[in-house]
């Protein structure tokens, strides 16, 4: 009973925050950004860090995604030479691609 107390008083916490954005330039945006991934945290932590208030997450693994259409699947299967219908290909196919940008671009 006292366990069921505690979880209902957390989710009664979390509804009653309060989610503040900002509009600040580019460039503080991105500094924050930036050091939220130097420190493997997202930017929310890295703000509450700078706050000195507490960061109770976990370093988070920083992680890229877009959105592709079917259209652009297709166009890079026939660039990668893959099947078109094999998503899992071309998921690596452009990832091996970021790294070759990557390595290009850091030395």
Do not use: G, H
Not at 18 to 26: G, R, V
Not at 39 to 65: A, F, G, H, W, Y
């Amino acid at each position: 009973m006292v366990k069921d107390k505690d979880s209902w008083q957390r989710q009664e916490q979390a509804v009653r925050a309060t989610q503040l954005a900002f509009d600040l330039s580019s460039e503080v945006q991105k500094f924050i950004k930036k050091s939220a991934i130097d420190n493997e945290l997202t930017p929310s932590d890295m703000i509450r860090s700078i706050l000195q208030l507490d960061v109770k997450s976990k370093k988070t693994r920083q992680r890229l995604s877009f959105n592709l259409s079917d259209d652009e699947i297709t166009e890079l299967a026939k660039r990668f030479s893959v099947d078109k219908t094999d998503k899992r290909a071309v998921k690596q196919k452009v990832a091996d691609l970021l790294i070759e940008y990557c390595q290009k671009n850091t030395r």
